[in-house]
């Protein structure tokens, strides 16, 4: 790899550091952001709306490491709650494993000039005692001085209190759920509480519950209703996405009983009476996401003025509603988002594009705003960049399967080598966001292909079941479909294929070097190799993901051996290259190190990295930069170039 690449490397990660996790209060905004020189120390820090020259405010000014680690993939790690005319700021610690507290208010004037936007009223307190466990951040404060959360202890989920005005204090626990919940949320009073909440063996995606319950003078649940009704759950699995309260007695969230996630309104006036106050129902377009973390923003603001995202085609569209009533749809540049919040008519959001990095949109909708972003959004885009080109083939029972193919940006080849990258979850997807590995290989003159094989997300759920029961099937022959049809094409060199995966997309890569000829070599990350060792040791969250993915371990266990490429590995003659993180809680780097001798026999060019400092997700750029150089060494080789 030569200095000019690993400058590219460390420019784009260096610009994707700053403003995580975004919060608009007021005229405030809040996100969360490292501090020093330490990996696990940060801070949440703010600045006023749309003054991008403003300089921070840091609030947390002691050392905390703010982390979320629910259900293992955790999410949002603080919230700030505006009540009582002042901004109660509330966030997870991982030094103390505890809850901590502090209240500011707007700062004078006089104040404001010298950078320092809020005022604290105190000291952080230390709301809650250590817990040997995980605390999710969608807390929520009663007109009592009461903090609500879920928790989860000794792989149970339950819902909690806290008194405001004490510290150091045991969590009150309030309800024990049966096995998994989240989204908790509440009306404006806190006299009513939501969450959802979804068990074994379903996956929060596939099949949860929304529930309700009435809060007494005391803090304690005084009557629980969950939502039933016969046009959308009564009769078959529904996912609930993101209930969120836009005023006193009325909630949105969106369902997928149509096949997609659509709007949802609900008047929750009399919680024994709930009911569908309005039902949006959009084909091809999707208001949610698998919920792999927790704080997935798709909807922000109130009755009055909501704004909700929704991905549309290949884009994410922002629709407003007023009184439930739709007001205007605006078209934005934006594949992904990161965060989505809304204060009155303030819209805050961090976007990412195919040519550009994340852009911070801070945009008032009491101006006059145009319905294409495009024409107010000031970004640099990224010259000599390959952009997505959206490409259907038929795929497993000639299914209509999409991918984006990125063209070579040079001609170093007579035909371009084909680079086929196959996602993680396996419940995720390729959405056209700038990449920067797929833009380093097409900038050497590789073809590259994103395959959003059958059980991706983002195409209704029909798409995402595909995927049951046959992964490792449906995954592995989509990808093989999609390179065989570039090789017809006459695209790419036949001789010359290569498949990429991370995690889940490991088990797919390793799979498809066992079942055909079509690839010449492997790359992967962090691989899945084994489900038998994924049923027996995988963490909580995912235990029965594979009851739907495989099937019954005991009545299907012969599909779990048969999927598995560590049973198979000696087949595998082709040129491997995997590396893995010694710190991955996820997938132990000891399933890697089994097969490290064999595929290493099988093959002169194959080859297997550790890194001592890494877990499940590589975050040192150095390290980044090794798997670059180790990559672009390995193909030199196992492709002769």
Known sequence: MSNDDKLKVRQTESKKKAFKELTIIRDTIFWIDVVGEGKNENAIFARPFNNKEAFPQKLTNKKYNIKNN???????????????????????????????????????STDRSQNKYLVSFHEPNQLSKSIDGNFDSSFVISEKNLLYGICEINNRDYLFSLNLKKTKQDIHRIKKFKNFAGELSSNRSAKLLSWIEWDAPYMPWEKNELFFAQIDQDGEIQKIKKFSNKLINSKKNVSFFQPYWISET?????????????????????????FI?????????????????TGITFFSGN?????????????????????????????????????????????????????????????????KVLSNFYEQIFFDHIKDCSKPETFWFKGFEDKSTHCFLYRPLVENFRKPPLFVRAHSGPTSCFDGSYNSEVQY???????????????????????????????????????????????????????????????AGGLTALNCLLHGSIFTAAICKYP????????????RFEKDYLNSLVGNYAKDHDDYINR??????????????????????????????????????NNKYSEVIFFDNEGHGFRNIENKEVVMQKSQEFLKNALNI
Not at 250 to 274: K, M
Not at 528 to 539: C, F, P
Request: proline letters at 2%; hydrophobic letters at 40%; a positive charge.
């Open 70 to 108: 629910f259900h293992g993939y955790g999410g949002k790690s603080y919230k700030c709650i505006l009540f009582k005319n002042n901004f109660y700021l509330i966030w997870i610690d991982q030094i103390t494993r505890a809850v901590w507290f502090q209240i500011f208010k707007e700062a004078a």
């Open 250 to 274: 009325h909630l949105v969230c969106s369902e997928d009983s149509s096949g997609w996630w659509n709007l949802l309104f609900l008047d929750v006036s009399e919680i024994e009476n709930i």
């Open 277 to 293: 106050k309005k039902r949006v129902e959009r084909n091809l377009m999707e208001y949610g996401a698998p919920q792999w973390v």
């Open 303 to 367: 009755k009055k003025n909501l704004f909700c995202v929704a991905k549309k085609e290949n884009s994410l569209i922002l629709e407003q509603y007023k009184d439930l009533e739709f007001v205007k749809e605006f078209s934005t540049p934006f594949t992904s988002i990161s965060d989505f919040s809304v204060f009155q008519k303030k819209v805050l959001l961090n976007g990412y594009g195919s040519d550009f990095l994340g852009i911070l949109f801070e945009i008032d909708f009491a101006k």
């Open 441 to 503: 290989w097409t900038s050497k003159g590789f073809f590259v292909a994103e395959v959003n094989y059958g059980g991706s997300s983002g195409f209704g759920k029909a798409y995402r079941e595909r995927l049951n029961y046959k992964w490792g099937i449906v995954d592995s022959y989509d990808c093989k479909a999609l390179a065989l049809e570039l090789i017809k094409s006459n695209q790419v060199d036949s001789e010359k294929v290569v498949i990429f995966g991370n995690s």
């Open 528 to 539: 899945v190799i084994d489900l038998k060792e994924m049923h027996y040791n995988t963490h």
């Open 564 to 601: 598995s490429p560590i049973n198979y590995i000696n087949k595998i003659k082709k040129p491997v290259l995997l590396f893995h993180g010694k710190k991955d809680t996820v997938i132990s780097y000891k399933q890697t190190l089994k097969i490290q001798e064999i595929l290493i026999q």
